[in-house]
């Protein structure tokens, strides 16, 4: 009877003792990777069941695991390894083992280099950028509306719920994206947001290897990538690495316990960016700045946490690889901590040094936004390693200098533009700035305006013509509107991209964006020449483009009244006697000559010698 009671001990003990130790995999991080990339290391993330203290095998003489770590849960491990230059592509096994077990996954090596001729080519002043939030863009598939495990599902009565478009939608409208003149795409995200309200906006990942299935599915990206360049179009990918959704997969199980910024009590960033550059700031409210949450739904990512900046490196590089992206738009750039989110961009673009990164900087000066680019000479020696920031205050003063019309009092109207300008000597290369009148997260310009079409059109002008690289918002070319006159996020979807679908209105500004855009590409005075602008006496704004011997006229006319133009003004930028043509209507205009400019217009002369 006592032999039988150890037996059967000994046995319930072997039995637990086993189940304490059942090694699982269930994911891998990054899914795959590349061979002869600048930075042989790679650091394989694993998640599943008890993988604590496991070692890791691999036979390839080409890849050697320099360690595995183990994280603050049991459930994760991170497998660092060096990828010999010159590994031939494959599928090469890897064995993790435990106390009692082991398991084998195959990892697959390709070679550097093996994607898109885009891959990591970059974007410029020479581009016009088209933002694109998808889900309000065309619906290109109805069967991916709703998806098993997606939490929302498309309902167009909810102005903060689905509609349902997708990368289908994107990619049966590139013919028409290119006939508009466009060389670049950059959409909202597309990975998984797995929110239950208000995911269409995707800034609340869910998934950060996978794009949302409602959009479509990894392998449709990287064919939209391919078909959009097959028509000289390039993809920005929009990252945010400072912050995850509420419903990533990982937060059930974070790897370690300072993987996110915890509060004793839900604790929102006090969005205080001009703490980074601010000589009288105090540390608590930089802390609270870039520790706090951006909102309820999307927990702050700690990228001081090594393993975590490692992931969103590699994360990057990863899509740029695997998909052939031009380059990237990161979002709420300020709100991580700027010397780790300096380390990421550094990181990726020692990858790639002729792709662009441009940095979402929501500021409303000029110094703000000066603070934050990459070759900055800032009081405290902080670069951001940015290529490339975001123009909000010229998008602040467009909207606001349009609609002071009349003969406003001084440094009013027009002027408001012209001293946006006028401060570009505190940037370090003013002509890399990212322009806009709009975008998802303002107002959109047709509403600011009014819906006043020749406003519209001079502010497209502008956009065509003024330093940096052009963006335009998605519906831009038809002037779309908003239900409610408000932000871009809860807008109409978009369901028309065919001239025979367009109305007479709709098909006169189309035609206008796309004869500016497309005239644009050849004009080397606005791609690569200086600009000298002039004071807008009686709302009438002026500015010369000029390279080589090429040159451009830009005349605005914000004024209610017809103006005649005094060419003693402009005497320095072009002589007496010129022949330059007005490239809307093609007319000659000689410089010198009666010229009157109709209230509320732009005319853009192109002087050839």
Request: proline fraction near 4%; hydrophobic fraction near 35%.
């Amino acid at each position: 009877m006592k032999a039988y009671k150890f037996t059967f001990l000994t046995i319930v003990f072997l039995i637990c003792s086993s189940l304490a130790y059942t090694l699982e995999i269930s994911r891998i991080e990054p899914p795959s990777w590349w061979s002869g990339m600048k930075n042989p290391n790679l650091q394989i993330m694993l998640y599943g069941k008890d993988l604590k203290d496991s070692k890791v095998e691999v036979k390839e003489a080409g890849i050697k695991v320099h360690s595995v770590e183990n994280a603050d849960s049991p459930d994760y491990l991170f497998i660092n390894i060096l990828v010999s230059p010159n590994l031939k592509p494959g599928k090469y096994k890897f064995t993790v083992s435990n106390q009692s077990q082991s398991r084998e996954f195959e990892y697959e090596i390709n070679r550097k280099g093996s994607g898109s001729s885009y891959t990591g080519s970059g974007f410029g002043p020479a581009d016009m950028v088209y933002l694109i939030m998808p889900d309000r863009f065309i619906n290109g598939d109805t069967s991916n509306d709703n998806h098993p495990e997606a939490l929302e599902g498309v309902d167009i009565s909810n102005k903060y719920g689905r509609y349902g478009g997708d990368i289908k939608g994107i990619i049966n409208s590139l013919d028409y994206l290119k006939e508009l003149g466009v060389t670049k795409i950059w959409s909202t995200p597309l990975l998984f947001d797995n929110e239950p309200v208000a995911s269409y906006h995707g800034y609340a990942c869910a998934d950060y290897y996978r794009i949302d299935p409602r959009f479509g599915d990894n392998e449709l990206f990287k064919k939209y990538v391919m078909e959009a360049g097959k028509r000289g179009i390039g993809v920005i990918m929009d990252m945010v690495p400072n912050h995850s959704g509420l419903s990533h997969w990982w937060m059930k199980n974070l790897p370690f316990n300072d993987w996110v910024h915890t509060f004793p009590q839900y604790t929102q960033s006090n969005y205080a960016m001009s703490t980074h550059h601010d000589i009288h700031a105090s540390v608590y409210d930089n802390v609270k700045c870039t520790t706090g949450w951006f909102d309820t739904s999307m927990p702050d990512m700690n990228l001081n946490n090594k393993y975590l900046l490692t992931y969103f490196i590699q994360n990057a590089i990863w899509w740029v690889e695997w998909s052939g992206l031009s380059g990237i738009r990161v979002d709420t750039y300020p709100y991580s901590d700027k010397n780790a989110i300096s380390e990421w961009t550094k990181a990726v673009m020692s990858e790639y040094p002729s792709m662009n990164i441009v940095g979402e900087c929501w500021f409303s000066t000029p110094q703000e936004i000066a603070y934050w680019e990459g070759d900055a000479r800032n009081r405290d020696g902080y670069s951001s390693n940015l290529t490339n920031v975001m123009d909000f205050p010229l998008q602040e003063a467009i909207g606001r200098s349009l609609n002071r019309d009349g003969n406003p009092g001084w440094g009013e109207g027009m002027f408001g533009i012209y001293r946006s300008i006028s401060l570009d000597n505190i940037y370090s290369d003013p002509f890399k700035l990212m322009i806009f009148a709009d975008n998802h997260d303002t107002n959109r310009i047709s509403e600011v305006l009014k819906g006043n079409r020749d406003k519209f059109k001079m502010m497209l002008a502008i956009i065509a013509t003024m330093r940096g690289i052009p963006q335009v918002y998605y519906g831009t070319e038809i002037m779309m509107m908003t239900p409610d006159g408000k932000l871009g996020h809860g807008e109409e979807r978009m369901a028309m991209l065919r001239r025979g679908q367009f109305n007479n209105e709709q098909m006169e500004m189309f035609e206008y964006v796309s004869q500016l855009f497309n005239w644009r590409k050849s004009s080397d005075a606005v791609i690569k020449g200086t600009m000298k602008h002039y004071w807008p006496n009686d709302n009438l704004y002026v500015y010369f483009r000029s390279y080589g011997d090429q040159k451009v006229m830009v005349v605005t006319n914000n004024n209610n009244k017809k103006l005649e133009l005094n060419w003693n003004i402009y005497k320095e930028s072009v002589s007496f006697g010129e022949r330059g043509i007005n490239i809307i209507n093609h007319n000659e205009v000689i410089a010198g000559d009666k010229f009157l400019v109709n209230p509320q217009s732009t005319f853009i002369i192109e002087f050839k010698k």
